[in-house]
């Protein structure tokens, strides 16, 4: 991205962002709520695309007019419509289609992946009778289904058991030792500390910090993810907040 600017009417939300990501990173993309990470990501998948400035995905402008370097993005949204009338099968196989993958190949690995997460009893239920998390499941399945390059997860293990955010996170570590992209976006900072090699930091707009989680810390900055991120944020008001929050509900009511 070169100067990466975004308006929403005369509201700015992306004030210049400059950054190059390369192949096999894992990228926790963190920043408080409005800082303009969905933006960012929604340009990259091509579903904005009145910008000012340069994105260029697998070497390509992607204001060129070619889509099909999307056929390389997997994406995880953080509130997904799913299609919840369908099967999981269903679902995953029109996905993988949707991708252009043989019918065959698609049911195949749609069937192993289902097994490998554990839901293979509900493969064939409607998707409106699953849990929270295995509806997350069926997201990463699909996100994943065509071997993509690069991979945009917003807040993924939403929802997931401990069992199973441990299986994500191995494949996460694995799928980027073979040079995927990701860009792991997520409010749990103990998690982002944890998986990214690159912690960039996005607020009101502006890159504010960028670097591993070992930089981020030599830079005068103390202690844990979550500590930086209320230092760069300049937010210290946490007790102060809370306090003021529980006298408010503990007022009378009568
Ligand atoms: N379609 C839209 N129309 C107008 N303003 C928008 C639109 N989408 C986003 N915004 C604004 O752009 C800013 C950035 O929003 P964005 O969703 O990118 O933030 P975010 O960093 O992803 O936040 P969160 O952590 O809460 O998901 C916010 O001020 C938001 O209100």
Redesign the pocket.
Known sequence: MKNLTKD??S?R?LTGVDLKVHEGEIIGYI????????????IMLGLIDDYFGDVSIFGQDIANGDSTYKRRIGYVP?TADLYENLTAKEYITFIGELYGIEPEIVEQKAKKMVQLFGIEDVYHSRISSFSKGMKQKVLIISSLIHNPDLLFL?EPLSGLDANSVMVVKEILAKLAADGKTIFY?S?IMEVVEKISHRIIL?AD?KLVADGSFEELREKNMEGSLEEIFNQLTGFDKHKAIAEEFVSVVQRDVT
């Open positions: 929403f009417g509201k939300v920043g408080p709520n409005g800082a303009g990470k969905s933006t960012t990501v929604k953080e917003d976006s409010h996005l707009g």
